[in-house]
């Protein structure tokens, strides 16, 4: 997204410009985010002339598609962004440049886009996930597998508990039974 400065420039410190846009999202990022963009990223590209450079703010949103991270099923959604930068003409070590009284926008907001997308998302508050034992899906199934979870570090602690209750009683303090 090329946006032309030079009437801003030419206005002077405090003049401002707002221009609307809908980007086709990035295709690129980290391949283990499994995350879908859907349609355009649209918003507003609000920029002002800040005397030493050109300050500019992105706001927008932007459609997804992901899986469950409990569930594994599809979730959409959308969430919402806010990018700011400041470029300079020539070079700027803490932000962005531009040259011939033109701004490329498309690297800040591929950056914002990626940066504000969710990480983990729920098809439901309630999701139930999927069975640890076969992977059933248990917000569609109940698959009967066991649900009692055996640490087997305190396996030989139990057997010892329980040779030691049954020949005293079975109380649970060896005591007798109440």
Known sequence: MQVNVAELKRQGPGA?????????PPAA?????GIEFL??????????????GIFVTITGTQAFRLACS???GPV??????VIEEEYREGSNPDGGTYSQDAIDLTPLLAEGIWLHAPEHQLCRPECRGLCPTC??????????????V?????????IQWERKS???GGGVDGGPEA
Do not use: Q
Request: aromatic residues 6%; glycine residues 14%; charged residues 25%.
């Open 16 to 24: 401002e410009r707002t221009v609307p846009f809908a980007e086709s």
């Open 29 to 33: 990022g980290p391949a283990e985010s």
């Open 39 to 52: 349609g355009p990223a649209a918003g507003e590209a609000r920029m002002v002339n800040a005397g030493t």
């Open 70 to 72: 409990r569930c594994l």
């Open 76 to 81: 959409e959604g959308s969430f919402a962004f």
């Open 135 to 148: 992977g059933a899906n248990l917000n569609e199934e109940a698959c009967g597998c066991p649900t009692e």
């Open 150 to 158: 055996v640490d087997g570090r305190w396996e030989a602690l139990r």
């Open 166 to 168: 049954g020949s005293r």
